[in-house]
């Protein structure tokens, strides 16, 4: 039985590449640089705002250059975070289907919750998430399971009843290292790599649509 399903957000739940791309690339524009391509970005998104600065203006700043530089990232990625970003396919007819079988599903994310909560509150889903976790509150972050288990207590729900979906390595480590059923996706910012067979997750799947029937199995086992 499944008591509940945890979602990395950045490119598992959402697509938020363009969003942070054109972050990155309105800070160069202000700098008199080109904008970068989506492709570039995208590839690097995944990894938070210090490596969309070096991807964006090399490794030879100072650290009050890269403070700046990120902190305007920060701002106008604030200031515009919706935009661009969208669920991806398949995801909310998911969550309608595991709230019509009371199956609770949260978020548990690397990234701060400043941003995270800005990002969710423009979204309606079918039931809001039973938990929403960013790292500020925790001492260590993915691949560290802390975030999952504190999850679980929000959730009141027990890790071997869940599942954790992620794009990244680091979340099926996590989502192992918590006790938890792992589903790689391969749609996320790193299907371009085309790796997430290679993660030892439980399932994998190259489709927010493919996740159900496993979520309907490990639920309803048969026999």
Request: charged residues 15%; proline residues 5%; aromatic residues 8%.
């Amino acid at each position: 039985m499944i008591e509940a399903v945890f979602f990395d957000l950045d490119g598992t739940l959402m697509d938020t590449s363009k969003d942070l791309g054109a972050a990155l690339n309105a800070v160069r524009q202000a700098e008199g640089l080109p904008p970068l391509p989506d492709h570039i970005t995208r590839a690097e998104v995944s990894n938070g705002a210090n490596a969309l600065i070096k991807l964006g203006f090399g490794e030879g700043l100072t650290a009050d250059q890269h403070q700046f530089y990120r902190q305007a990232l920060l701002d106008y990625y604030l200031a515009n975070i919706a935009e661009y970003t969208f669920t991806f396919k398949g995801i909310e007819p998911l969550i309608q289907m595991l709230s019509d079988e009371r199956i609770h599903w949260g978020v548990v994310t690397n990234k701060p919750a400043l941003y995270t909560n800005a990002l969710m509150a423009q979204f309606q889903f079918a039931t809001a998430p039973a938990a929403t976790v960013s790292p500020d509150a925790l001492k260590a972050a993915k691949p560290d399971p802390e975030g999952l288990l504190l999850a679980c207590q929000q959730a009141n729900c027990a890790p071997a009843h869940c599942v954790y979906v992620g794009d990244h390595l680091r979340d099926i480590q996590a989502g192992k290292n918590a006790g938890m059923k792992t589903i790689a996706v391969g749609y996320g910012f790193t299907s371009t790599q085309n790796c997430h067979h290679q993660w030892q997750a439980d399932y994998t799947v190259d489709c927010a649509t493919e996740i159900w029937p496993i979520i309907q199995q490990l639920h309803k086992p048969k026999g």
